[in-house]
C-alpha cells in the first residue's frame, strides 16, 4: 500500500535536509519561527516512505508500550 524509497533517495532527501538548515540558520535565528521550521526539517529527515510520518511514529510507539 505505501512505497518504501529507495537508499538513494533517502540520502539526498537528508542531504537536502542539512544543506537548507545551515543555509537558513541564520534566517532562522531572526525570526520566531525556528521551531516550526526545524520540525519541518525532523519530518522530512525521518520520511523513509509515503506512508505518513505520524502514522509510523504512532505504530511504533503503540508496539513499545505492549
Known sequence: MYQVYSLPNIVLRRAFVVLAGVVSFP????????????????RMWVK????????????KSGRELF
Open 48 to 59: 523513509t516512505s509515503t506512508k505518513p510520518v505520524w502514522l509510523k511514529q504512532s505504530e
Open 27 to 42: 534566517f532562522v535565528l531572526v525570526t520566531g519561527n525556528r521551531s516550526k521550521f526545524y520540525s519541518f526539517l525532523h
